[in-house]
């Protein structure tokens, strides 16, 4: 009998290691850097169109909006109310939050400025979003509670070129954040795969033949031989098995990196084919945080300070 | 996206004004297949709100305040409309699929219906 409940044990005690076993920030320092240039793209596209969508005499007046959306969020509209003030806010805080996490200055209020910017023109308009949206403002939210400036920082940058000598070894980091931001990518695509899965047009595999007659979507143009009953049929039921097999077969280290090249191959059509503005970008920017095992490879962090006690040298992924 | 059925009709909409003087003038908000590739990149949003939103019956709260910032935008601009029509067109999508309905080269006619339509008050005497 013990022996059998220690048996069930194992698994969450695997799982709860994974989660506490402090692991290499430069996955997390990088994924930071390359999301926050994708933040800045994403309010750049949409910095003059801010008063249409979000302004007083915009397209969602105060009187329709209040119709329209369902109770109170935080953010800067709870503090300011209808105010064309707030575009403003919305505007700089989410340029300072951007660049704050690109350069990796102040990482944690820099992705808290940017959930606050994202989280309010969400609120205001929600007409607008799309799901890269989402993707940033989860993404941001557990930036705020991670160490993501160990690495890739401006101020790390400069001084190794002032210096010209080598700097400190990178400080293992708690895992539990990126280990939340794995977990959502996988959720993400299970929750797609599944949804799809229950519709007729991915059963009967006609649905990328009839994704693809759409004009609102298209946009660069496709060889002819893709527009076939058999091509849509392959890339229908391709894209079913890539979603419900990726967040299964991601935790299997010696198929990671093929997992993760066909997802980069999968978006990457997407991103030809379809019109769909960042969402490509911001879905593949989030397997980097994967990429652990290449970051150790290249040179092995050292572990120092009070996380050495309890990870020893080595990273997991 | 496009779960659990991907849309079975393409769409957009357009913008109809005609000025006090009888001109009139039609923007075509969501025909991004016409777009440069670039814009229609950049107006994915206007897609978004116009096609997933504005188009529905179930959304008219949007309707009136969309004409009027038009309308806003085009006094603004030193014109005078005296109405405003809002328009979705669609057409279905066909099995099975060849390469002659892709959406760049499928010229096939497209339905069109006329969801919401604003007039100027009349002017009184001076």
Known sequence: MIRCVRWLWLPLDAF??????????????????????????????????????????????????????????FNFYMFTGYNDFTITLI?????????????????????????????SFSWRNMNILHSGDNLIRIGCFFLMFAH??????????IATRRAGVRLKPFRHIPAWPQRILQLQLCVAYFVAGMWKATGVAWQSGTAVGTVLQLGEFQRFPIPDWVMTPIVSQLMTHGT??????????IWIPSLRMPVLL??????????????????????????ILFLGPLFSRSTQATAIGPAATTAGPACSA | MFSPE?????????????????????????????????????????RKYCNDHLRLDAERTL?????????????????????????????????????????DVYRGPWNHFVFYRWTAPERGPR
């Open chain 2, 6 to 46: 991907p849309r079975s009709e393409d769409i957009w909409v357009d913008i109809l004004v005609i000025d006090r003087n009888g001109s009139q003038q039609r923007w075509p908000l969501t025909h991004m297949i016409e777009m440069p590739y670039f814009t229609r990149w950049q107006k994915e949003r206007w």
């Open chain 1, 16 to 73: 709860d290691d994974w989660v506490r076993t402090p692991v290499d920030p430069r996955p997390l320092a990088f994924f930071r850097f390359w999301f926050g240039f994708l933040c800045l793209v994403n309010l750049l596209l949409l910095w003059n169109d801010l008063p249409m969508w979000l302004g007083n005499d915009g397209v969602l007046p105060p009187q329709t909006h209040l119709l329209l959306q369902d109770g109170t969020r």
């Open chain 1, 148 to 157: 993501s400036g160990e690495a890739f920082t401006l101020r790390r940058w």
């Open chain 1, 240 to 249: 079913l098995l890539f979603e419900l097999g990726f967040p299964f077969l």
């Open chain 2, 63 to 103: 309707w009136k305040p969309f004409v009027e910032y038009w309308l806003r935008t085009l006094q603004a601009k030193g014109h005078d409309p005296v109405a405003i029509e809002l328009t979705r067109l669609w057409r279905p999508t066909q099995l099975p699929v060849s390469a002659a309905l892709r959406a």
């Open chain 1, 262 to 287: 066909v997802g980069i191959v999968f978006h990457a059509g997407l991103e030809w084919t379809m019109n769909v503005q960042l969402f490509q970008w911001l879905i593949t920017a989030y397997y």
């Open chain 1, 91 to 119: 505007r700089w805080c989410g340029l300072a939050g951007g660049l704050g996490l690109l350069a990796g200055f102040f990482p944690r209020v820099s992705a808290c400025a940017m959930w606050l910017a994202v989280s």
